[in-house]
């Protein structure tokens, strides 16, 4: 099993990015896929969910409206499209399978 997160960078307050998680040794279709990150000095927090069967979606309070996850099956990959974003979004961005993290990938909003 393997996790790999691209797709972070430097934005501007009210830009946007999509992160992708590129799944490998298991079926995304099989699995709840989640997202997570982890500003510095804080604790990982769980941002987004896209449930297994039926793809029902979650997201923290904080990123309601904002943030939207998906899944493609086809290519084995999970996305995180994020909009409108705010400083306080800054953080390392995990895809997280049960029992397996990414390495994550930086999100740094800022003027």
């Known amino acids: 099993v393997q996790l790999v997160e691209s797709g972070g960078g430097l934005v501007q307050p009210g830009g946007s990015l999509r992160l992708s998680c590129a799944a490998s040794?298991?079926?995304?279709?099989?699995?709840?896929m989640t997202w997570y990150r982890q500003a510095p000095g804080k604790e990982r927090e769980l941002v987004a969910a896209i449930t297994s069967p039926g793809g029902s979606t979650n997201y923290a309070d904080s990123v309601k409206g904002r943030f939207t996850i998906s899944r493609d099956n086809t290519a084995n990959m999970v996305y995180l499209q994020m909009n409108s974003l705010k400083p306080e979004d800054t953080a390392v961005y995990y895809c997280?399978?049960?029992?397996?993290w990414g390495q994550g990938t930086q999100v740094t909003v800022s003027s």
């Open positions: 997280r399978r049960n029992g397996f």
């Open positions: 040794g298991f079926a995304v279709s099989s699995y709840t």
